[in-house]
Structures are given as structure tokens and as C-alpha cells.
């Protein structure tokens, strides 16, 4: 597993009698390369001890938050600093619960609530407490804020049950991580540009036409694009969001901006247009406010397309060119005509008619239309984010099959 060289884990190891096995999943990292910083929960302590820990890792091994000897050493935003990803395993019920409701309770939850690294988790739990709805319901919050899950077998448990909730093997976990690694060595080579965002076309100094774009989409998709390995640019209009760590951002206004910065940023290996660019902009921007007194009617004209320009570019036009078709009515049609119209290899198509997805939803619902083919993929209602997961695992097989 050479992608595992030289990569720091953060292995957070909880109380269950899998603990043991974590051993193991050490050794295992420790063989190929990586270096282990570990946090022993209080409930670990009961099943292993930090001596074992720390002569298998050669490291430190962290007990608690309140350790304010390594905390003077180490604090907790250093520690999830330090990693390249954060691993909890085995991870309990109890576990899960407090990190689904955003608790730090003790310094493996502090540390995950103040990291900015991917989190996996491998639960490892009886059959019940895994088919248990309460517990159900906090792990598809945690997946929908992006936590990797690991796991768990099917198997003969400690207690004598059977079924689903048998911790991973350490094997199994290692290789899980090494394909995440693996994933992000892929992608390193690939440039991506993303627009997002609605634009504002100016009317005077203090009045501006604008739409109901959140943003989030595109955010989350250039996020994901970054936690993937791509070098990542963000055109954004203006937005509430918080910027994704990792990416360029260029933040612009108006539709004119937006297409003068895309053009400078090419060229790139996949474009994603997933901006609400106005297809309007006013002829003349007055210098000052309009008096009510002196109201005229005002005077339109088209603005560029920045998907059509860039995808009919025959130097600039990159590998991949992703449009998206915000539709009301007659999606497919509407869609198949944007694909062609635009010359674009695929377009990402919402209906804006249901206003539980799309625009300033967290949810979205996509169909993606292919150049040359009559069927289409659908991606399924789920959060923005989820939505990028699948989007950008697309794009990243895409290049990657096509050199
Ligand atoms: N787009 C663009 N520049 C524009 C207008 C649109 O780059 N000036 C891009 C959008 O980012 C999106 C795609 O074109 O990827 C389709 O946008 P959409 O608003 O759905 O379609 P329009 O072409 O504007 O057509 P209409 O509004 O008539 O549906």
C-alpha cells in the first residue's frame, strides 16, 4: 500500500472490546510508512493501554482533554491540524451520538469538532444497537456531513449474536484508507474551475438585478473537488457561504466579471458552470441613484455565456465541460437542447418548479445528460453535499479513463 508512505493518521481509538484489534491496524500502518498520533477515549483505556499504543506507534498516545501536559505540547486544534486524516476505530454507539449532535465532551470529540480532515469511522457494535433508529438516524447525520463510514461485517459477535456490526478488519481498514489516498494521488494532476452563485447586474450605484442562487451547490462541489485532489478554482458571485478551505476563490458581481475571470483561469481540465449568470444586464449602469421623479424604463441587453464561449473555444475548451440546466417545466427536453446548443459533454439538470431542492435548498435532486447518448443518470434527493460526492466521483473517473 505505497500510497499510505509518510501519511499522518490520527487513529481515535473508542471503548469496545474491538479495541484490540486497533492494535493490529497500527502495525499495519506502521509497516507502510505511516505515522500514528492516537487518542485512547477513557472507555479504550478499560480494553488497552496507552503503553501498548505508544510502543506499537512509537508516538504519543493522548488520553483526555484535560491532559494539560500534552495539551501545553499538543492542543487539540494542533492535533487535528497535524493529521491527514482523522480515523475513529473501533467507533461506539455512544461515540456516534455525541459527534452527531456536535458534542465535546472529551478530547476525540473536541478534536473532531475542530478539524478541517476527512473523518472515517469504523463502528463496531451488537446487531441491535446497529439497527437501532435512534442511532440509525444520528449516522446518516454524520454521513450527510461528509463522514466516511468503514464497515461494519456481518459476523459472529463478541456477545454471541450474529449479524451486522462486527468492527472491520484491520486489513480492511487500511485498505479503505489507502484507496482514499489513492484517490487523492489521481487527482492531483487535474485542474477544475467552478462558477457558482447568483451574479448582480447594476442598475445604479444602489439598485441591482439578481436571483435566488444560494451558491451552495457549486460551493460544495468545488469542496469536494479539493478534498479529492484537484486544484480547485471558485468564481463565485456573491454569496453568504463560507469559502471551501483549499480553493481559489475570485469573487465577482456582475455576469461580465464572471466570464473575464473565467476566461483568465483557463486553461483547465474539467469546468463546472454551475453559476445562475443573468442573462440580462442593464445597457447602462447610471453613475448616480435614480431619482423616482426620473424613472424611465430600463434598457436591456443580453450578457455573454460563459458556458457557450468557453465550450466553443477551440484553444481554451476544456477536456471536460459541465453545464447545468435550472428548469421548471420539460426538463429533459430543455436539457438535451442545452447539451447541444452549448456544446457541453454533460449537463447537471434540477427542477427549480419543486422548492424542496435546487435553489437555496440544502437539498438537490440532479439528472446528468451525456453528449452522444439518449439515457441519463439520476442522482438521487439528497443534501448538496452528497450530491457532489457523486458528481465529482464521476468526474474523477472520467479523467482518470481518459487520461
Ligand atoms: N450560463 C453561463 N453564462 C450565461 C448564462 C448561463 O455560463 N450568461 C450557464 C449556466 O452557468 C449553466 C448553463 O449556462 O451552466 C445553463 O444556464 P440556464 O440559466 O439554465 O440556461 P440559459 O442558457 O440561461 O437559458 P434559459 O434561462 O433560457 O433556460
Known amino acids: 500500500m505505497k500510497n499510505l508512505q509518510n501519511k499522518k493518521i490520527l487513529l481515535i481509538i473508542c471503548g469496545g472490546i474491538a479495541a484490540y484489534k486497533s492494535l493490529e491496524l497500527i502495525r499495519i500502518f506502521k509497516k507502510n510508512g505511516c505515522r500514528i498520533k492516537t487518542i485512547l477515549t477513557k472507555g479504550a483505556m478499560e480494553f488497552i493501554t496507552p503503553l501498548s499504543v505508544s510502543s506499537l506507534s512509537s508516538e504519543k498516545v493522548y488520553t483526555d482533554l484535560f491532559d494539560f501536559k500534552n495539551e501545553a505540547e499538543m492542543d487539540h486544534i494542533s492535533l487535528s491540524r497535524w493529521a491527514d486524516v482523522v480515523l475513529f476505530a473501533p467507533t461506539t454507539a455512544n461515540k456516534i451520538a455525541q459527534l452527531s449532535?456536535?458534542?465535546?465532551?472529551?478530547?476525540?470529540?473536541?478534536?473532531?469538532?475542530?478539524?478541517?480532515?476527512?473523518?472515517?469511522?469504523?463502528?463496531a457494535m451488537n446487531v441491535r444497537m446497529w439497527e437501532n433508529a435512534i442511532f440509525k438516524s444520528n449516522l446518516v447525520k454524520l454521513i450527510n456531513s461528509n463522514y466516511k463510514i468503514i464497515g461494519p461485517n456481518i459476523g459472529e459477535m463478541a456477545c454471541g449474536e450474529y449479524g451486522l456490526g462486527k468492527f472491520s478488519e484491520p486489513q480492511e481498514i487500511s485498505l479503505f484508507i489507502s484507496d482514499y489516498f489513492n484517490n487523492l494521488d489521481k487527482n492531483k494532476k487535474f485542474k477544475a474551475l467552478v462558477t457558482a452563485g447568483p451574479t448582480r447586474e447594476y442598475i445604479d450605484p444602489v439598485r441591482f438585478i439578481t436571483n435566488r442562487s444560494s451558491g451552495k451547490q457549486g460551493y460544495a462541489i468545488a469542496n469536494k473537488l479539493q478534498k479529492s485532489g484537484f486544484e480547485t478554482i471558485l468564481i463565485s458571485g456573491p454569496t453568504n457561504l463560507k469559502f471551501p478551505e483549499g480553493v481559489k476563490i475570485i469573487s465577482v458581481n456582475s455576469a461580465e466579471e464572471m466570464h473575464e475571470k473565467t476566461i483568465e483561469n483557463l486553461p483547465v481540465d474539467v469546468a463546472i458552470f454551475s453559476a445562475a449568470v443573468a442573462?440580462?444586464?442593464?445597457?447602462?449602469?447610471?453613475?448616480?441613484?435614480?431619482?423616482?421623479?426620473?424613472?424611465?424604463?430600463?434598457?436591456?441587453?443580453?450578457?455573454?455565456?460563459?458556458?457557450?464561449?468557453?465550450?466553443?473555444?477551440?484553444?481554451?475548451?476544456?477536456?471536460?465541460v459541465i453545464g447545468f440546466a435550472a428548469e421548471t417545466n420539460n426538463l429533459e427536453e430543455n436539457s438535451k437542447k442545452k447539451l447541444v446548443e452549448k456544446n457541453c459533454d454533460w449537463i447537471v439538470a434540477n427542477d427549480v418548479s419543486n422548492n424542496k431542492i435546487g435553489f437555496d435548498s440544502e437539498h438537490n435532486e440532479v439528472k446528468i445528460f451525456k453528449k452522444n447518448s439518449n439515457e441519463f443518470e439520476n442522482i438521487s434527493f439528497g443534501t448538496k453535499e452528497m450530491i457532489a460526492n457523486e458528481l465529482v466521483e464521476r468526474i474523477s473517473d472520467e479523467l482518470n479513463a481518459n487520461g
Do not use: C, M
Open 279 to 320: 442573462d440580462f444586464k442593464t445597457k447602462e449602469i447610471k453613475v448616480d441613484k435614480i431619482k423616482k421623479e426620473n424613472f424611465e424604463n430600463i434598457k436591456f441587453e443580453k450578457t455573454k455565456d460563459i458556458l457557450n464561449y468557453t465550450s466553443k473555444h477551440n484553444k481554451l475548451r476544456p477536456k471536460l
Open 101 to 123: 449532535n456536535g458534542l465535546a465532551v472529551d478530547l476525540a470529540t473536541t478534536v473532531a469538532l475542530a478539524s478541517n480532515k476527512d473523518i472515517f469511522l469504523a463502528p
